[in-house]
């Protein structure tokens, strides 16, 4: 229970506790509400812009459950066909399933609840947005290391979860865009060998469109996945609190401490204004910005496509696989296997889980055990930033392919040619980025080096007594040095010498072979600019002030 002053009255009798106080003492007395808090309430959290990203995904999730709450109330997810009446003329008399109906007398009669449903959309836009710079940010500075690579793939699953949820979600309006969308992954779903149309029956309830499918997508987005995503969210922040946060290098701070500003009340003041941030600018995109307009796409039809038909922005690189991979199809025994869509459709989930397996491929190739809560610069693990960069320009490089159509009609140009850009792209662009992003990284060292021994170019030049002209540099800080030289340079694993003293051959496992050679291209000569020692340092401060 916790421990409180008896106060008391001028009569000298202790003076009874409120009624506040004694509901707190009964909470805490079950609870272990006091102790917990007094524990939690102080921890100490670091203070670094690129952290923001985690909480843009937290809020923009709350966000995305209240106002999906709100449009629960007025949806009705039926694929019964009726007669359009309502308020939006172009429609009168219009057959539409009631699914469209519905959402249509959101958007036109029910009072704010085209905005609702505008902010609902950006805020899954930007929840998803929010997931892959998250994960990039922690990627990008080996945040997933020990004993963080349970909280990656927690991270990651979300993200993958939020990739289905969004497409249920973007299925429920039953819209033409929307419709054409379910088209094609019911297509995608038939090109599984052997038991994709049965999988097709068994989610359509007979042959598309069927009237089974918006109510089984509703339940699967409103309850089933959230729920999920809830329990995924609440374990992920427990984690990071348990873990504690991660911070980069400076003067103070170890993989033993954290310094920064404690959880009440410095930052969960912060925290809220942020909220309200975020809320504010998502209700702005909301107000102003038109997404997803129903009434102007028309309900969807299995005989008509759009032009332009896409999906958003989070799904377009998978659209990208489909739309420029070859139409090669097998056809042995009576049976159709269409590898131009089965392939791209197996090729996503591999892409993605490229991500997923990175941090446990990392600490096999290093061998690294140690717990890490210092953060990387980007610059400083240049074959991660390298990878990572690469992954990153094919995902761009496939978006371009899922709106291939898009951009032959905005640029004017030939719908074959892009397409055919995006089929050489996907194999030339990532190489090229890993190349390019791995010699920036060195630069970046060097130039670091460079900095810490001669310090920072101040602009003024200087003429020495025999006539020579030199830019006069301002020496760093002894705390600036730390930060640039504070990061490790890892050495890489060797197998050791293939024979022994007598001169019989070792056996070495395949795996330490593969290990090695992955450790030389990840750590081994030329990967890594060397720190300055600090003999270098006394060397070029020992004279006067010079380059």
Request: a positive charge; one cysteine or more; glycine letters at 10%.
């Amino acid at each position: 229970m916790s421990e409180r002053t008896q106060d008391h009255g001028q009569d000298g009798r202790p003076t009874p506790p409120a009624r506040g106080e004694r509901l707190a003492d009964w909470a805490d007395g079950r609870l272990g509400i006091h102790t917990l808090g007094k524990s939690q309430l102080r921890k100490v959290f670091p203070d670094h812009w690129s952290f923001m990203f985690g909480e843009i995904c937290l809020y923009s999730f709350l966000i995305l459950i209240l106002t999906g709450v709100w449009l629960t109330l007025f949806f009705e997810p039926s694929g019964l066909e009726v007669e359009y009446n309502g308020t939006y003329e172009p429609l009168k008399g219009v057959l539409v399933t009631r699914a469209y109906e519905s959402t249509v007398d959101i958007s036109m009669e029910v009072r704010g609840g085209l905005l609702i449903r505008q902010i609902h959309h950006w805020a899954a836009l930007v929840f998803v947005a929010g997931m892959l710079v998250h994960m990039m940010r922690v990627f990008f500075t080996g945040a997933f290391r020990k004993p963080r690579e349970l909280n990656w793939l927690f991270g990651w699953t979300l993200l993958m979860l939020g990739l289905i949820t969004g497409l249920t979600g973007y299925s429920l309006p039953d819209d033409l865009l929307s419709g054409t969308g379910v088209r094609f992954a019911q297509g995608a779903i038939l090109s599984i060998p052997i038991v994709g149309t049965y999988i097709s029956f068994f989610l359509f309830g007979g042959e598309f469109p069927g009237h089974d499918i918006i109510p089984r997508l509703f339940a699967v987005h409103v309850l089933l996945l959230p729920g999920i995503m809830l329990g995924l969210v609440v374990a992920h922040l427990i984690l990071v609190f348990y873990h504690k946060h991660t911070q980069f290098a400076g003067p103070g701070r170890s993989e033993r401490n954290v310094i920064g500003a404690p959880f009440f009340p410095v930052y969960v003041a912060k925290a809220g204004g942020f909220f309200f941030l975020v809320f504010g600018v998502l209700a702005l995109m909301g107000a102003v910005a038109t997404i997803n307009p129903v009434w102007a796409l028309g309900p969807y039809r299995p005989d008509m496509v759009g032009t332009g038909a896409q999906p958003d922005w989070y799904l377009g690189f998978s659209e990208g696989l489909i739309r420029v991979m070859p139409s090669w199809e097998i056809n042995a025994w009576g049976h159709t296997l269409e590898l131009g869509v089965f392939i791209p459709f197996a090729l996503f989930p591999l892409i993605m889980m490229a991500i997923a397996v990175y941090p446990f491929a990392e600490a096999w190739v290093t061998k690294d055990r140690r717990e890490h809560h210092i953060a990387d610069r980007p610059r400083n693990a240049p074959a991660r930033t390298s990878f990572g960069v690469a992954w990153l320009s094919l995902y761009g490089v496939l978006m371009v392919g899922g709106g291939n159509d898009i951009w032959a009609t905005h640029f004017h140009l030939s719908i074959n040619a892009i397409t055919w850009f995006v089929r050489i792209a996907f194999f030339v662009v990532p190489p090229l980025a890993y190349a390019v992003t791995y010699r920036v990284c060195l630069g970046l060292q060097r130039r670091d080096r460079a900095k810490v021994l001669h310090g920072r170019e101040s602009g003024i030049i200087k003429r020495l007594p025999h006539g020579e002209y030199v830019e006069v540099h301002q020496p760093l800080s002894q705390a600036e040095r730390y930060t640039l030289t504070a990061h490790e340079q890892p050495v890489p694993f060797e197998v050791g010498p293939l024979v022994d003293a007598n001169g019989v051959a070792r056996k070495v496992p395949r795996a330490d072979r593969l290990r090695a050679r992955l450790s030389r291209a990840m750590y081994g000569p030329g990967t890594q600019v060397p720190k300055p020692t600090a003999q270098e340092c006394r060397q070029v401060h020992s004279g006067d002030g010079h380059p």
